[in-house]
Structure formats: C-alpha cells, structure tokens
C-alpha cells in the first residue's frame, strides 16, 4: 500500500486579479520507507507540493492521500492533530526555537503535541540525539551550535514522535557541502533504521544524487521521475 | 500547562528590555492606583468618621417630615413621649446598636447683654451623646469636655463674633410651641469647633436645661442619633429599623416615623460618591493601560515570531495551544508588573501611613494616610 497517493493535484494561488497555477493535475505514489527527492527550479512548485503532502495546505482539486487519509480538505485543528501524529518537518533555516536547549527542542513535539509520558520521553529524546551525534551538545541552546548541527537536531526532532513521513523543504541549502552530506547521510541512516520515509527539495544537484527516486518538477507538472539509487558520497 | 508557563518566561527574558519597560509601566499604573485608592479610601473614612463620631451618629430617627423641614427646627414635629418609648422599644429589638442619644434641637437668640443674634441649640444627655458620638469632647477646643447644667458649649464662630470666652454669662431667649417666651442665663462652659455638615454649627445645652427654656412638661424629642457597633452594618441594621418603625402609623395613616442613615443627612456623602467613582475610573484606567500594553507587547510578539509558530504549527501544536503560550506570555508580564507594583505600592502606603504627613481641609488638619 503506497504511503502517499496523489491524483490529479492542482493547486491555485489567487492575488488580486492574478491567478497562479503553483501545480497543474499532479498523479504520483511514494511508497512506505523509501527516500525521496524532489527538484526542480525556483518556482517549479517544489515547496507547494510539501506544504500540500504536510497538510500545511489544501489542493485547489485533486485528491491527495498520506498515510490512508484523504487530507486534502482537513480543518485546521484536523490537519495539526495529523501532523503531529504522522509527519515530522525539517526547514530550511532549521527553525529551532531559540528559547529552548538542544534536547528540549526534541522533546517537545513528545511533550506539547503528543503528551508522551516522562520516562519513554527521555529515553526516546536521548536516544535520537544521541543517533545525530549531538549529545555532547544536548544542553546547549541554538545560537551556540553551528549550523550543521541545528539541522541535526532539526532531524532528531522530525523523527522524535516516529513519524511515518518526514518532509524536509531545501534541508541542506544553508550548509556547505561537506556538512550537507552529513545530514543527508544522517537522514538515509535514520530511514532505514526507522523505516521512515524521508520526502526532501532541493536545488542541490549533488545531494539529489543521494536520493532512492527523483522527481523532478516544472512549471507545476512532474517533469521526469528517476532512481538514481544512491551512491554514498560522504 | 507548567511547560507553556516555562516558555512564556524564557520568552520574556528573551525580550529582556521590552518586558522590562513593559513591566515597569504596569508597576508604575498599579503603584499610583495603589495609592490613591489608599489616600482616598483614608480620606473617605476619615471624612466619615469625623461627621458621624463627632455629631451626627451613624443614624437618626425622626418623626415623620423633620428633616424635609429641619432649616426651621420646628418643634411642633417633635417626638412626644409615647413616640419615644416606641422607638426606643425599636431600638432594643434591633440588635448591634450600641448606643442612641436624644436630642431636642430649636433655635433661639443669644445674648452677651451687649449684642443678640441667632442660635441653633441641641438639648442633650450628655453621657449618652458622647457614648453616641464619643469624637464630640475633641470638639470642645476650650474648656472642659463636658456638657454641665447650667452651661453652654458655644459654636467657635458665634464664640469669636459675639466675643464670649468661657466663663461669660449669656442669656439664651427662645419660643415654646405655644408661642411663649422664655429666657434662661447660661455660663459658657466650652467653646466648640465646627463640623462639616447638618448640626455641624450648633450650640449644646443640658437636656434639663432644653427642657426648662421650652418650658416642656414632658420629653420632646427632635431626633434620636444612634451609633452601631459595626458601621459595615448599616444599611442592613438601617433596613431592619424601618421594618419596625414603618409599622407605626400616624393619623393620615402614612408611616410616624424615619430612619435616616449618615448619607442621606450629610452633603459629604456626595464627596464620599464623587470618591467612590473616582477610584473606580481609575481603576479602568489602571486596567485599560495594563492591557494595552500587554496587547501591544503581544502583537509586536506576534508579528517578530511568525516563524516560530510556523514551525510550532507545523510540528502539530493545536491552535489553541500556540494561542494559550502567548496569553499565557501575557499573563505572565502582566502578573510581574502587577506582583512588582503592589510590593513597591503597598510600601508606599505603608511609609505614608508612618509617615503622619497631614494636609488641610477646611478647617481641618487631617492626616494624608490613617
């Protein structure tokens, strides 16, 4: 059974008196535990296909469904309590909140979205931090880590509440090359220890590479579709 | 819920010069409504204190009519015996009524045998008028704090206008309700200090002394003051005696008899309202400056962390909860400005209240904090 189905997903953008077509009848499955690329220029409708897969936004028309569910016309409250159980997010810019140490700001998916118990909690947070080599650093706050290893932390906290679908929206653009193979290894290595599957954009060529299957998006269609397969270059 | 606390005041120390300014213009609104409220409040009790423990008792019963008519002091609206005993019978079913003074109260002209001039004169036991209003000997500024027979405490203006000193004779002339004259010579045994309010400027005699310039056979009552144990109860123990009274009919039928409380006898009860509302716009004020304040803090909070609750958002944090962290943010520097005001505002008050600064008004010299 595919994790993700998508048929004929369009979605519209209306400012003012101009209409933008972000993404014009898209048809694609993305089955359980696979790594996932999808590229294409700025523009070509990369991020408005996350947002829709994330449940962050509604398709115009089409039918979109993650995980079994029909999310393509979730409530906000419907859409949230989604998201926290079935996907985990890593952004661009890392978007750690500041106000919170390293393993707080994994933990708290556990403790404010999913009301995890204290003990399975911690063992839980350690665990995945100490998967993304940060546990020398757990008690240290975002602005005193690098950039490297915020988006580690970002990973651990993805996949803190096991996630079947993790969507990284251009993870990597923000890092030099050495320390965005890193995460992207980091990423492969907790797919296939966790089974999760792993949805990421990018513009970087080198990185695509690393991807299980690549789909490649312009003005809004599915341009090509590719497997690579993933050649290990860290 | 501690966890959304936690965040709050991570945030609030994150923002540490905003949330100071923010916070300290709460303590400063919180400290000034602290403290008028607390002058004004002393100010408003003291006042009231003053008028009914010095000579108006905390409230007085009347026969029917006499306080629409009070300007003439009329005597054909006393209270004759049998009314008295009524009221007084009143009186003792009522309980938290600690004492009552009766008083006949009639205008008369007073001499210095050089020169004459109007009087207003209270008749009065004296123990049971100080037991009743137990300020009135402070109000005797010269001679003994006594009400004697034969004597009379005379008003300090009519004291300094017909030049008498304690000790000088004068002659008291007055009008029965028959109509007779009659004239009896009194020593002036204190001088008294004005009061604001109804009575506030009238002489006082011995009751036996009333009795005997309006040639009365038997008791006539103007008014019966009454002091309570506890002032909070008034208006119940005040409700309680009209139950009673208004029982008592008189020959049209209509009720005999009146309780006034101290705010319908006194005009100070419209300073004491003009107070009241006063504090009560302040506070709104107080209120309506902390939430602007708050709002204004939480918007530009809003605004400069859309990227947070983006991510929040995303990561599956429920509407309500992201909502929750920032009134929570909110309450939190609200309750900080508030904690930190009340601390600096109930010093304040404190220092003012050992302190003794006094202030005038009118003829008193009052303490700004009691």
Known sequence: ?234 | MLNLFRIAIRNLMRYKRRTFLTASLITIGVVFVLVFIAVSGSFRNMMVGEITDSFLGHMQIHKKGYVASIDTLPLTMNMGTQAVKKVEKAISEVPGIEASSMRIKFGGMFSNFVETTNVRLNGVYPEDEIRTVPLFPERIIKGDKIIRKGEILVPELLAKGMKVKVGDMIVVVATNRDGSVNGKQFTVGGILESATGPGGRDGYIHMDDALEVLRMDGVEISEIALRLNDFSNLDEISGKLNNILSTELNKEGKPAFEVHTWEKLSPFYNIARMIDIMTLSIKVMLIAIVLISIMNVMIMAVYERIREIGTIAAIGTLPKKILSMFIIEGFSLGVLGALIGNIIGVSAVYLLNISELTFNFGRWQLLLMQ
């Open chain 1, 1 to 234: 059974m595919s994790l993700i189905i998508a048929e004929n997903v369009s979605k519209t953008y209306i400012s003012g008196e101009i209409t933008i077509e972000a993404l014009r009848g898209l048809s694609f499955q993305i089955e359980p535990a696979s790594f996932i690329s999808f590229v294409g220029p700025s523009g070509s409708g990369k991020t408005t296909l996350l947002n829709l897969i994330g449940c962050l936004d509604a398709p115009t028309s089409g039918t979109l469904r993650v995980s079994d569910a029909d999310v393509s016309h979730l409530g906000r409250k419907s859409s949230a309590d989604f998201r926290g159980k079935n996907i985990g997010f890593i952004f661009q810019d890392f978007n750690l909140l500041p106000v919170l140490t390293v393993y707080e700001n994994v933990e708290y998916p556990l403790l404010m979205v999913q009301d995890t118990p204290a003990i399975e909690r911690r063992d839980r947070v350690l665990s995945l931090i100490d998967s993304v080599g940060m546990i020398d650093q757990k008690d240290k706050y975002p602005d005193q880590i690098s950039g490297g290893q915020k988006q580690r932390v970002a990973v651990a906290r993805a996949l803190v509440t096991k996630p079947k679908l993790v969507l990284a929206d251009e993870p990597t653009a923000n890092l030099d090359h050495k320390t965005a193979y890193m995460v992207i290894n980091i990423m492969k290595k907790m797919k296939d220890e966790s089974g999760t599957t792993f949805i990421f954009s990018t513009h970087d060529q080198k990185v695509v590479g690393e991807a299980e299957m690549i789909f490649t998006l312009e003005d809004g269609e599915i341009a090509g579709k590719s497997a690579p397969g993933g050649n290990g270059h860290a």
